[in-house]
């Protein structure tokens, strides 16, 4: 069975301060990570995936599968990087057709 | 050129009644899935289909039936709305290059 862990539910920093999001994962296969982001009564849109290793609004974020983690950085937090962030996981074949299991969700939140 | 449709945007109904989310892409894309997320905005999958037929079912109470009339378009029918339907539902398809989803707006079900 695949899991996705987010351990804080709320997050609060101050702009300009470094964030991390933390997300592990437990599955037995080889996993797909992504971060997903979700500003204020919109829709989902993909953050970062890390199969492409990119950077993207500053945020990054290294698969570590010694310890199963997938945690989402950025060095210097802004106020519009406040948002719902989501990590997910995929089962990219199989019987499970690409299925994303979500982590509980992380709310940042940057003062100003 | 939106993406991900989904109509309507919002829904506010009676318990016991019937209603129909449409969720349309213009993506090309052969696997489309229907998420919930609930009041505490944890977000779980419920359907997925592929060119049309159905492929993922996780336990979602048989009154909700989805329904691809062809792949570009994935509906969901609710019959007897109960009050713990209230959600936001997130249609999606799933691109091929990356494995990752493309979300909709939402649609915001209030069961009164």
């Known amino acids: 069975a695949q899991r996705v862990t987010q351990p804080e539910k709320l997050l609060s920093v101050f702009k300009g301060a470094p964030v991390e999001l933390k997300c592990n994962y437990s599955?037995?296969?080889?996993?797909?990570l992504f971060w997903y982001v979700q500003y204020s009564r919109q829709r989902l849109q993909l953050l970062l995936r890390?199969?492409s290793r990119e950077s993207i609004k500053g945020f990054t974020a290294d698969l570590n599968k010694g310890e199963t983690s997938f945690h989402l950085k950025k060095p210097f937090a802004q106020e519009e990087d406040s948002a719902m962030y989501y990590c997910?996981?995929?089962?990219?074949?199989?019987?499970?057709?690409?299925?994303?299991?979500f982590g509980q969700g992380t709310i940042l939140t940057v003062h100003p | 050129d939106t993406a991900v449709s989904q109509t309507p945007k919002y829904l506010v109904t009676q318990m016991g009644n019937d209603k129909s989310i449409k969720c349309e892409q213009n993506l090309g894309h052969d696997t489309m899935y229907w998420y919930k997320q609930d009041s505490k905005k944890f977000l779980k999958i419920m359907f997925s289909?592929?060119?049309?037929?159905?492929?993922i079912n996780e336990t979602v109470p048989n009154r909700f039936s989805p329904k691809s009339p062809d792949k570009a378009h994935l509906n969901l029918h609710i019959n007897s709305l109960e009050l713990g339907d209230s959600a936001v539902y997130f249609c999606?398809?799933?691109?091929?290059?990356?494995?990752?989803?493309?979300f909709g707006p939402g649609t915001r079900l209030t069961v009164l």
């Open positions: 890390h199969i």
């Open positions: 599955y037995s296969g080889s996993p797909e």
């Open positions: 997910a996981l995929s089962n990219a074949g199989g019987t499970s057709y690409g299925k994303l299991t």
């Open positions: 999606a398809s799933r691109g091929t290059k990356y494995n990752e989803q493309f």
């Open positions: 289909y592929n060119n049309k037929e159905l492929i």
